[in-house]
């Protein structure tokens, strides 16, 4: 089974993002869930923002960063939105990554490195109307199409924080459907 190091999203370590961990853990999984917020949790992805805003970004990339310092190197990074912008960093420059499942968000490769890394599967999840996800959906598709080891999945629908069991934007079917593939993916590293 896999040890995953899961970063949450701008919302916080919300009881969905905890289910979601709980989930991987019920598959056998051991997973860390390090709460870059300190307890805080928001209604809304804009307050989530403010916070992180006024906190500083890089402190808390940071403080999610140093999260990995205290575990070995064969990690597979999970990135939930905000989270992706460590979670993918991590898998494409920390030695040992064995695999990255960027959800809601997918960065650029050229942000932290020239190509993924050879051997490390990357899975990237996100809906077609989604406005922060479409942003996004360049990078999506050059990374899959950059690696055999990628795969993409686009959902129908525009909720940005789907799989989220605790919030409004909850879908259930893409999150039973994303959790599928997360699970399956997991079971093949």
Not at 101 to 107: A, G, R
């Amino acid at each position: 089974m896999a040890e995953v190091l899961l970063y949450h999203h701008i919302q916080g370590l919300t009881e969905g993002v905890r289910a979601f961990a709980e989930d991987l853990r019920q598959s056998g999984h051991t997973v860390h869930t390090p709460d870059l917020f300190d307890g805080r949790t928001f209604g809304s992805i804009e307050e989530g923002f403010a916070f992180a805003r006024d906190t500083g970004f890089d402190a808390i990339r940071k403080r999610g960063a140093a999260a990995v310092d205290e575990l070995g190197p064969e990690l597979v990074y999970v990135g939930l939105s905000f989270g992706v912008t460590i979670a993918q960093r991590l898998a494409q420059t920390r030695p040992g990554a064995r695999g990255a499942l960027l959800i809601y968000s997918c960065i650029p490769v050229a942000e932290f490195g020239e190509v993924w890394p050879a051997g490390v599967p990357v899975q990237i999840h996100g809906k077609e109307g989604d406005e922060f996800f479409d942003e996004d959906l360049p990078a999506a598709r050059e990374l899959a199409a950059a690696t055999s080891d990628a795969e993409l999945f686009v959902y129908p629908g525009d909720q940005h924080l789907f799989a989220d069991s605790s919030l409004d934007a909850y879908d259930p079917e893409a999150a039973a459907l994303l959790m599928e593939r997360v699970t399956a993916f997991l079971a093949s590293i």
